[in-house]
């Protein structure tokens, strides 16, 4: 059983028990679990190459994706691995962490979740001023 503090007009709680409320299990944890950031990434490296670089290291892979530019369509110089189930992250990042890359040591973490809503800074087009906001000298 749950208790959720509810507050009310005059000041108090009102306590509200919430029964068979479903939680996030394990299952759900342990796939978010799984996902590592690597990065210092040649921009010369393809998804492909990327998985193969882990797997070659010893980890079983689910899926790599390196991080592409939209307009020149190369690398951004990181991507996210996800882990095949039963892979222990800590030793994989331990293991990874620093390890050179055709000659760049590698950036491994884990992968934070992706932000919503962020679509980069707001910008106006003119500096807040438009030509009908300038003084007149008549």
């Known amino acids: 059983m749950h208790v959720l503090g509810v507050g ?16 996030a299990g ?10 590592l950031y690597v990065g210092n990434l040649p921009h010369s490296v393809t998804d492909s190459a990327l998985s193969e670089f882990i797997v070659n290291a010893g980890f079983q892979v ?18 996210f691995v996800e882990l ?19 000659g760049r040591p590698l950036t491994v973490n884990e992968a934070r ?15 807040g001023r438009d030509r009908f906001d300038r003084k007149r000298y008549y």
């Open 8 to 23: 009310r007009a005059g000041g108090g709680f009102t306590q509200v028990k919430l029964t068979g409320l479903a939680t």
């Open 84 to 102: 095949a189930p039963g892979e222990d992250m800590q030793r994989v990042i331990a293991s990874l962490n620093g390890r050179d890359m055709d």
């Open 26 to 35: 394990p299952d759900l944890e342990d796939q978010m679990a799984t996902k």
């Open 62 to 79: 689910a899926s790599a994706m390196v991080v592409l530019d939209k307009m020149s369509g190369q690398s951004r110089g990181f991507g």
């Open 113 to 127: 979740p992706q932000r919503t809503g962020f679509s980069g800074p707001k910008r106006s087009g003119g500096g």
